[in-house]
């Protein structure tokens, strides 16, 4: 369990910065870095919280099912959250490619497809995370 809980701290860790990147990016209007670091630190998070309750998480993106496969496993307060949270990874892990390669079948830059209103709703997720994940995080190492 000793490795589980270093590489869930290693995880929030690192999810933290890219929220940090994340809000840098916003401030000088590259929204498409901003979804993508958001969906970055999002899949973090969420795999820290899988690897707090003792379960190694899976080698995909989007965590949404195994929160809800594991569901029992997490306190009732995070619990209520896992619906909302697996929400949020399924709607960032699909913004995962054209944040970063844009619409590549049109030719389109992720510049034309993401605007302030995308990175906006992508941080305000992440930060929702971000909070649930560190609560549940400090609730395991008390």
Known sequence: ???????????????????KHAKEAFNDGNYPFTVRQCQEAVEL??????????????????????????RERFPDWFRNEID???SISRI????????????????????????????ESAITMCEKVMKLVKK????FSK
């Open 1 to 19: 369990m000793a490795s589980n809980n270093s590489l869930a701290k290693s995880y929030i860790r690192q999810a933290e910065e890219r929220v």
């Open 84 to 86: 909302e949270l697996a």
């Open 136 to 139: 549940l995080e400090e609730s």
């Open 45 to 70: 998070f969420l795999k820290a919280s899988l690897r707090i309750v003792g379960i190694e998480p899976p080698k995909w993106h989007d965590m949404g099912i195994t929160l809800k496969r594991e």
């Open 92 to 119: 960032l892990t699909k913004e995962r490619g054209t944040s970063m390669y844009g619409d590549e079948e049109t030719g389109t830059p992720p510049e034309l497809i993401y605007s302030k209103i995308d990175g």
